[in-house]
């Protein structure tokens, strides 16, 4: 499976911007597709997942309420829409996929960076 991100640039606070990944290979092997973030000086952290077949989804605490994950398995691609955004969403943020059956992340795509102005 390979996955590639977009969408991330340069926005205001309050502002909202989407990111996109796309999928492609072998995708009937996927599970769960989420996306991380790293920001300068910290440690990559988990902000939201989507079960690529049930569309089940969970959130990070910090953007519950504020961003949104959804699927198009006809076009196999992960959407993350975050609104109300703050400078602390300021990240290089990743796109991952599970393998079926399995808890951790093994597909990653480069990173795109989202940085948010005050």
């Known amino acids: 499976v390979q996955l590639q991100a977009s969408g991330g640039g340069l926005v205001q606070a309050g502002d909202s911007l989407g990111l996109s990944c796309a999928a492609s290979g072998r995708t009937f092997s996927m599970n769960d597709v989420g996306w991380f973030r790293q920001a300068p000086g910290k440690e990559r952290e988990f902000v939201a997942a989507?079960?690529?077949?049930?569309?089940?989804?969970n959130y990070t605490d910090s953007v519950k309420g504020r961003f949104k994950i959804s699927r198009h398995n006809a076009k196999n691609t992960v959407d993350l829409q975050m609104n109300t955004l703050r400078p602390e969403d300021t990240a290089v943020y990743y796109c991952?996929?599970?393998?079926?059956?399995?808890?951790?992340?093994?597909?990653w795509g480069q990173g795109t960076l989202v940085t948010v102005s005050s």
């Open positions: 989507i079960n690529w077949w049930g569309g089940s989804t």
């Open positions: 991952a996929a599970q393998r079926r059956g399995q808890s951790e992340y093994d597909y």
